[in-house]
């Protein structure tokens, strides 16, 4: 966790509006979005360069899956869950035991998941 | 006569049930008269007949007397012992013609056969299909004329009641071969095995073989089960081994669906069906069965599968896209009246987007007819008020919601602050594709020109962020809002991918 300050987060939507609505609810519950990624490259790139306490992985990223920044998160020993309208299936093997909020959520839900995340 | 009569009747030399019933019957009002008066030919052929353990019958004289032997009698059944020395016509009425012909043949002096000659018969209190052998030979009195007949008879009932059966067990065989034949050329059986449990050993058609990706030589001998069991794909052996487990114990109906993973072949989806025969004991001993080929059914259930999982999850994020638009237009309204006008025109829209991706079946949708779904749902066909001019671009369908959605808000905005709130005012939309340094770009420009004069708003409202996010989703896009006093333009450059 950032000292003094809200926590950051890393978010990766690909639906324009639906990363807006994450945006607003992160910030009311006090939350910093240090940036939003729609495409898998973008998430990348970000996830290596970026400093944030905490990151929100949609799992269909027009047509690519998130999986690599997942991976990539694990490394740098990153917190993460994954967001997706799918279920279950939506996960590979390796990702199984990941956390997943399954689209639509509350506020209240993306709370939860959030400071389950960050323990 | 009476010495002699004491005398016949002392000489009778026969034991047996008709002996005494022929020795005792008063034969004297007959053709044949007393039976010590009897001609020798006639006391000869009687001697034959009682001796003889095969069924025989005597018919003499004018009158057609008759007589059997206790073989005989056995055949007659319930119509024993009225029958001896009964008028032959009247012994057997339903078979009159039949001795009439016999007769005729006989007093011509000569002998007759038949072979299974069925004959309708009462005996035993019911009527009855007996089949015959018969073989009639004339018997002649003292002066060599024909006077009678003496029949063999042997019944074939049984042998031919057995062989009826075994005909139409055979005729069934036959049918049920001509069924399996079919069955096997319509291509839906494509292949027979039977196993011998205690040798372990399949014996299987060629079309089985093949299907494991054996030779028919391979399998000629039988093979173990473990061999076949090697080439099924390794996710299914375990249920498949314990599917067989249970028929083999239990006896009852084998029906197992698995994948056949022939080395170096593609899997083959089949569903086999079989029963193990079990002996008195309980224990195995041919368990035999057919595969059917249900590969093709298999990958459309599984396309199905795929098509259900994939529709909701368009579903969840469609809702979830809604859940967002609900929750823009209600948070930032002034009114609940606003919010709701707001909050439908956006569904319109999202909903007219959709429209355009269902015609190509969500695969991808032209730009232009994106554009003009905006353009008409924001004026009347042909006022003019929209110009739309590029060449045909494909879009992602995720890329045309985006679009469609930040038409949808610029349109919005030109009704309430810019073009299309004027009478004159109209829009432009261009596209194009340019090659930069950077790679190939889509080139959009939204301008409106004739409006009301345009200022800057205070701050970004929800609108502009979409339109910004929206036309922005891909790497290395470039959004531009341009509040210019002569009418508002919107330039993107768009690193859509496939350009």
Redesign the interface.
């Known amino acids: 966790m950032h000292s003094g300050n809200s926590p950051r987060v890393l978010l990766v939507e690909?639906?324009?509006?639906?990363?807006?609505?994450i945006e607003?609810m992160l910030e009311h519950l006090g939350y910093q979005v240090v940036a939003?990624a729609?495409?898998l490259?973008?998430a990348l790139e970000l996830a290596a360069q970026l400093q944030f306490d905490l990151a929100m992985l949609d799992i269909?990223l027009?047509?690519e899956t998130s999986f690599p920044v997942a991976d990539l998160l694990r490394q740098r020993g990153i917190p993460f869950f994954f967001v997706?309208?799918?279920?279950s299936?939506?996960l590979d093997h390796s990702h199984t035991y990941a956390r997943l909020l399954?689209?639509?959520f509350a506020p209240r839900d993306l709370q939860r998941m959030l400071a389950d995340a960050l323990g | 006569m009476k010495t002699a009569a004491a005398m016949a009747i002392a000489t009778w030399p026969h034991r047996g049930e008709m002996a005494q019933l022929i020795h005792r019957h008063d034969w004297s009002n007959t053709s044949l008269g007393a039976l010590e008066t009897w001609p020798p030919s006639l006391r000869a052929s009687v001697d034959i007949m009682l001796g003889s353990p095969l069924p025989m019958a005597i018919t003499w004289g004018t009158d057609l007397r008759f007589l059997y032997n206790d073989a005989y009698a056995m055949f007659a059944g319930t119509r024993h012992p009225q029958l001896l020395g009964m008028n032959l016509l009247e012994a057997w009425p339903e078979v009159v013609e039949l001795n009439q012909e016999i007769m005729a043949a006989v007093m011509a002096g000569q002998s007759l056969s038949f072979r299974e000659l069925p004959l309708d018969l009462y005996r035993d209190g019911r009527h009855q299909t007996a089949w015959l052998n018969l073989d009639y030979s004339p018997l002649r009195d003292a002066q060599s004329q024909p006077c009678g007949w003496l029949a063999i008879l042997t019944d074939i009932t049984s042998q031919v009641l057995a062989q009826r059966a075994h005909k139409a067990a055979e005729e069934a065989y036959r049918r049920a071969k001509e069924q399996m034949d079919l069955a096997l050329a319509s291509g839906a059986v494509i292949g027979t095995w039977i196993w011998d449990v205690p040798a372990d050993k399949v014996t299987a058609d060629h079309r089985f073989a093949r299907a494991f990706g054996f030779s028919v030589d391979e399998v000629k001998g039988g093979l173990p089960i473990a061999r076949y069991l090697e080439r099924i794909h390794v996710d299914d052996r375990a249920d498949l081994r314990a599917s067989i487990q249970q028929a083999i114990t239990y006896g009852t109906p084998f029906r197992h669906e698995y994948r056949i993973q022939p080395p170096g072949g593609d899997y083959l989806w089949i569903d086999s069906a079989g029963r193990c025969e079990l002996d008195a004991h309980g224990q195995p001993l041919r368990f035999p069965g057919v595969i059917i080929d249900i590969h093709e059914r298999k990958l459309a259930e599984q396309q199905q599968r795929t098509l259900i999982?994939e529709l909701?999850?368009?579903?969840?994020?469609t809702?979830?896209?809604v859940?967002?638009?609900a929750?823009?237009s209600f948070?930032h309204a002034s009114s609940v009246e606003n919010a709701t006008e707001v909050f439908n025109a956006r569904l319109i829209a999202l909903s007219r987007a959709h429209d355009v991706l269902t015609h190509t079946h969500w695969q991808s949708a032209l730009l232009q007819d994106i554009v003009r779904q905006t353009a008409s749902a924001h004026a009347p066909p042909n006022s003019h008020r929209f110009r739309l001019e590029g060449p045909p671009v494909r879009v992602?369908p995720?890329d045309a919601l985006?679009f469609a959605?930040a038409f949808h808000e610029l349109a919005t905005n030109a009704v309430k602050y810019g073009a299309l709130g004027s009478e004159n005012g109209s829009v432009d939309i261009r596209w194009s594709i340019e090659a930069l340094p950077q790679g190939k770009r889509l080139r959009l420009c939204w301008s409106e020109q004739n409006g009301p004069t345009v200022a800057s708003p205070q701050h970004e409202g929800?609108g502009s962020?979409?339109i910004r996010?929206?036309l922005s989703?891909?790497?290395d896009s470039e959004v531009t809002l341009d509040y210019r006093p002569s009418g508002f333009v919107c330039t993107a450059l768009i690193a859509l991918p496939g350009l």
Request: proline share 7%; no cysteine.
């Open positions: 690909d639906e324009p509006l639906v990363g807006m609505m607003d939003v729609p495409r490259q973008l269909n027009a047509g997706s309208g799918y279920g299936p939506g399954r689209k639509p | 999982h909701n999850h368009r579903v969840k994020n809702l979830a896209i859940q967002s638009i929750m823009q948070l992602s995720q985006s959605m929800f962020r979409l996010r929206s989703a891909h790497a």
